[in-house]
């Protein structure tokens, strides 16, 4: 079955510099999430759109810019890229379901892309 | 608010014994709670969901879990570890209609031989 690809799977910038980082959903999925791993933490989500229309927001620097294309692909824009940047960046995609209770996202993770900043 | 918490940032078990891996949910709402594996430098797998049909879930690779109402709970099991379960696990929360995921601070699974 397809999954969620990521690229590039790694990427090393300097500090001022900036990266993007792109996401091919799992097909018919309209949903995509971003999400940040720094060293041994948990994913926080950054962002999600669905339909191309950002639907949610968490904690992305304002130095951080993301969008949805209509083929559903995203691509997470980051300028002045700082060390703190560093981390095993996530992007996952849902089709909405419902269950006994109501509407539910069942997200399916890509492999990450790990950016490294010097 | 929701939050997600997980006990113990590391657990090891042997081989051949249960692997119990704790969850505890604080929301508002009725969650829907998950549990992924993620293997070293390796993404996110889902191992297994809770979606109000059922409070005892069957996973992949012969995990389950069961929501407990009353316990504010959601905790992984596995009743003979295997030495391919050393990972690092997470518990992860949503609201309904809620997009985003919150997660649990991880667990790392080591398996002793």
């Known amino acids: 079955a397809a999954g969620v690809i990521q690229s590039p799977r790694h990427l090393i910038k300097e500090k001022r510099e900036t990266a993007t980082l792109k996401c091919y959903p799992i097909p018919r999925h309209d949903t995509v999430y971003w999400y940040q791993q720094g060293p041994g933490q948990d994913p926080q989500f950054l962002i999600s759109f669905y339909e191309k229309m950002q639907s949610d927001k968490g904690s992305i620097p304002d130095r951080f810019s993301a969008q949805q294309f209509s083929d559903y692909h995203s691509e997470l824009n980051m300028s002045s890229l700082e060390l703190g940047d560093s981390a095993l960046y996530f992007c996952?995609?849902?089709?909405?379901?419902?269950?006994?209770?109501?509407?539910?996202?069942?997200?399916?993770f890509g492999p990450g892309t790990r950016l490294t900043v010097t | 608010a929701q939050s997600v918490t997980q006990l113990g940032s590391h657990v090891s078990v042997s081989e051949g014994a249960l692997v119990l891996l704790r969850c505890n949910y604080s929301s508002s709402v009725p969650p829907y709670l998950f549990w992924y594996v993620q293997y070293p430098n390796q993404g996110l797998q889902l191992l297994l969901k809770?979606?109000?049909?059922?409070?005892l879930v069957k996973g992949i690779n012969g995990f389950e879990a069961e929501f407990k109402k009353s316990e504010t709970s959601f905790h992984l099991t596995k009743p003979s570890a295997h030495m391919s379960d050393a990972a690092e696990y997470f518990c992860?929360?949503?609201?309904?209609?809620?997009?985003?995921?919150?997660f649990g601070q991880g667990t790392r699974l080591t398996i002793n031989p």
């Open positions: 996952a995609s849902s089709l909405g379901r419902v269950s006994l209770a109501g509407l539910y996202y069942e997200q399916y």
């Open positions: 809770y979606t109000s049909a059922a409070t």
């Open positions: 992860a929360g949503g609201i309904q209609g809620a997009q985003k995921l919150v």
